[in-house]
């Protein structure tokens, strides 16, 4: 057999719902994927990427074969007309077949790049009457499987922004949730925006006439109107509204304004110690809070922990603390021992976010 006929011959397994999607209001990932230095991508593919993640359950053990939606998943608040909806979610598929994740260590002695699609399979990445199907590559699975550290937000307000770097912006601005604030420097902020030093095909840094590596926006004034105008117009109204102040450089050995060398971006929401009311539509969520507060742990402490433990690590401290009441060293003081305990675990979670934050801005 000739091989074009044999290719002809290979099953392609159709692109119609199989399954019902189960999407939740809040969307979770994975610190090293929300830091890691992602290409600019557009809002589509973002948006599609946004209804993949949001089907992976908190006691999921392995990824889905593959993920399905309706293209209504996407469009809905997006300003996409059904018209040109074909076309958009066809771009969108194409650019997630084409990315490509690069991983490196602290230490810079290991690399690696992943494909974020599969397709290798013979069930397809396509679109077909109304339905996306997506494969995530399997080897990405210890990103989005049981992960303990990870951003969530909520995925109605992702979902209507129009503007990459907003979308960017949610996503870093909800890591930084417990102090309200982010400051980069500005190498460190080009890298999160993808206005970085421009590269050829092989991973080389482009040059300018001078010598000098090229870069987006080379001009601050330019980075700051490009990237910040967007974000703090589509935000305003969420929960992560913010303002932002340069940082400048403390001396200046020459005559002229004083150089940008960073930002401060400063949350406008403080952390008042409330259970978000979001929190409690979800079924998941609104359980563990209930079982918290049956163990005595305050609402302050859940409201300002809780994301940091995550859900699955908070259902084993309360199989614990059962396990011990069931035995001969029960809990006298289920408000003292259980919100001293969940505190401390707390703490401990949000210094190793801090630590991987800033291992991954480098």
């Given at each position: 057999m000739k091989q074009d006929d044999k290719r002809s011959t290979q099953l392609v397994l159709p692109l119609e719902l199989t399954y019902e999607p189960r999407h939740k209001d809040i969307v979770r990932q994975h610190w090293n994927v929300t830091f890691a230095r992602q290409g600019r991508m557009s809002v589509g593919a973002k948006r599609i990427m946004a209804r993949v993640i949001d089907q992976i359950r908190d006691d999921d053990f392995k990824l889905r074969p593959y993920y399905q939606f309706r293209i209504s998943d996407i469009?809905?608040?997006?300003?996409?007309?059904?018209?040109?909806?074909y076309k958009e979610v066809q771009?969108?598929?194409?650019e997630l077949l084409a990315a490509?994740?690069?991983f490196e260590s602290l230490d810079k002695s290991e690399w690696f790049a992943r494909h974020l699609l599969d397709s290798t399979k013979d069930r397809a990445v396509g679109y077909k009457d109304g339905i996306i199907t997506v494969l995530l590559n399997p080897q990405l699975e210890p990103y989005f499987i049981q992960i303990a550290h990870y951003t969530k937000y909520q995925l109605n307000n992702y979902m209507s922004l129009k503007s990459w770097y907003s979308m960017r912006f949610f996503e870093i601005l909800s890591a930084f949730r417990d102090t309200g604030v982010w400051s980069p420097t500005i190498d460190q902020y080009r890298q999160m925006m993808d206005c970085?030093?421009?590269?050829?095909?092989?991973?080389?840094?482009?040059?300018?006439?001078?010598?000098n590596?090229?870069?987006k926006y080379p001009l601050t004034k330019d980075?700051?109107?490009r990237t910040m105008t967007e974000p703090l117009e589509e935000l305003?109204?969420?929960?992560?509204?913010?303002?932002?102040?340069?940082?400048?450089?403390?001396?200046?050995?020459?005559?002229g304004r004083k150089k940008i060398i960073g930002f401060k971006f400063t949350l406008l929401r403080k952390q008042d110690g409330k259970i978000p009311e979001y929190w409690l539509q979800n079924n998941a969520v609104a359980r563990v809070v209930a079982n918290l507060r049956a163990w005595m742990v305050t609402e302050r402490n859940i409201a300002f922990?809780?994301?940091d433990i995550g859900t699955t690590a908070a259902n084993r401290l309360i199989y614990e603390w059962q396990l011990k009441e069931n035995s001969d060293k029960r809990i006298d003081n289920r408000a003292k021992y259980c919100n001293a305990v969940f505190v401390r675990i707390g703490k401990a979670a949000q210094e190793a976010l801090k630590q991987e934050v800033q291992a991954a801005l480098g």
């Open positions: 469009i809905t608040e997006a300003g996409i007309t059904k018209e040109t909806a771009g969108s598929l194409r490509i994740w690069e970085w030093h421009e590269k050829d095909k092989r991973g080389k840094v482009k040059k300018d006439k001078n010598g590596p090229k870069m980075l700051i109107s305003a109204g969420t929960n992560l509204a913010f303002t932002y102040e340069p940082t400048y450089e403390a001396d200046r050995m020459t005559r922990y809780l994301e």
